[in-house]
């Protein structure tokens, strides 16, 4: 019988695992041709960042777009306010306020012209006149009150009369016949005169005629007050023909226009 102490070859179980002491420093890292690296050797350090680099400088239209798109509700609002306030001022401006007519001598004929000697100084004579009147308003009514008509020469009336009471829609034009009379009437020297020395040169006398009224103008509730209207036709030339002639009608084709003031402007 053999006993298992006695055999060199048999391992001895004790137990615990087999585990191998290492003695001593562990081997230092080397570098990348096999040398060992130094005891005070660091990594080198991280690559610097790349340069920034400014944008480039915004064109002044993209400014405006960036500026637009950013602040929308507010040129919106900015736009609606000035549509606002056209709507509210420049309209009432352009067609609420009251605009005077615009007066014209579309015709004119004398009849009966008759002028004694010059110590007698009287004149007869008809005066047949068209007046064409032109309302500019576009959103006024005009009405026309009291309205008298005359015929001067020089500073001397020679003949008035009342016309009756009209009234004129939007952009409406009407025409007004005017009919006055002169029956041996005295006139001064110095109208004698004059009326001889025009019809004797060419055979035309210039008349003026007038035409005064109260105007008001009226738009819905809107009615303006009440002004003085007048009309001034200067030198209305008819002609005669001749130094005897008695009758004569306007000379040219084209109306004879006239100057409208009023107390209002």
Known sequence: ?????????TAVVTGYPNTAVVIGCPVPASGSNGSPLPRHFYPPPPPPPPAYAPPPPRSRYTTICIFLTRHWNLAMGV?????????????????????????AVSSACVTG????????????????????VHSPN????????????SVVYASDILSENTLAPFDQGKGETTV????????????????????????????A??????????????????????SI?????????????????????????APKKC???????
């Open 1 to 9: 019988m053999s006993s298992s102490a006695g055999n060199p070859k």
């Open 79 to 103: 736009f609606m306010a000035l549509v606002f306030l056209a709507v509210v001022i420049i309209i009432p401006v352009l067609f609420l306020v009251p605009r005077m007519s615009e007066f």
């Open 113 to 132: 012209f008759n002028l004694s000697s010059a110590q007698q100084q009287q004149l007869s004579a008809s005066f047949d006149l068209n007046l064409t």
């Open 138 to 149: 576009r959103l006024m009514r005009i009405y026309y009150e009291q309205v008298t008509a």
């Open 176 to 203: 007004l016949r005017v009919r006055l009379a002169v029956v041996g009437e005295y006139v001064n020297s110095d109208v004698a005169r004059g009326i001889e020395s025009d019809r004797g040169r060419d055979g």
């Open 205 to 226: 006398v210039g008349f003026n005629v007038r035409v005064f009224s109260w105007v008001i103008f009226r738009s819905g509730a809107r009615t303006t007050r009440w």
């Open 229 to 253: 209207l007048s009309v001034h036709c200067d030198d209305v030339l008819i002609g005669f023909g001749n130094g005897t002639a008695s009758t004569g009608c306007l000379l040219g084709s």
């Open 259 to 265: 100057i409208v003031i009023s107390d209002s402007k």
